[in-house]
């Protein structure tokens, strides 16, 4: 009889279920950089200077941390009971396979010699049948009607 409970990798996702609800109740927060450079080159006859070019570049920078916390969502706390009652629930699941696997090893061990052991019960009781047929017919013989 083979068994249809979920192997061993499957306890591994049930236990993630608890800390990805977790992250339903915990801030997040994002950090956002930006930097812009720009460079100016002008050229020409109506610059003022003494060379006639006019070169120029400014560097900006801008950082930025958003951090958000929900006050209240009923729903993530409702998902966050419900994930530890789904790892309770995977846990058993790989606990009844665990069982299982040593019932069916047990299972198989202890047929293994009651079928080793068949062949050779037959055979003795083989032997007892011919033995007692061998006794009967030198009864037979010795009283004389043996055929």
């Known amino acids: ?12 996702p049930g236990r993630e279920k608890e800390p ?3 992250a339903g109740l915990l801030p997040t927060i994002a950090a956002t950089g930006n930097t812009l450079l720009e460079r100016h080159h002008l050229q020409g006859p109506r610059l003022t200077t003494l060379s006639d070019s006019y070169r120029n570049k400014y560097n900006s920078n801008s ?3 958003n951090l958000t916390q929900p006050l209240f969502r009923w729903q993530n706390f409702v998902q966050y009971d419900q994930s530890k009652l789904l790892v309770m629930q995977s846990e058993a699941t790989f606990a009844q396979a ?7 090893v047990a299972q198989a061990y202890f ?3 009651l079928r080793g052991r068949e062949p050779a019960r037959r055979a003795g009781q ?14 037979n013989f010795e009283v004389g009607i043996a055929r």
Do not use: I
């Open 111 to 113: 047929d293994v010699p």
């Open 1 to 12: 009889m083979r068994s249809t409970l979920p192997r061993a990798p499957a306890l591994l």
């Open 63 to 65: 950082y930025g941390v």
């Open 98 to 104: 665990g069982q299982d696997l040593v019932l069916r």
């Open 126 to 139: 083989s032997r007892q049948r011919s033995r007692s047929n061998l006794r009967r017919r030198k009864k």
């Open 20 to 22: 990805q609800a977790l």
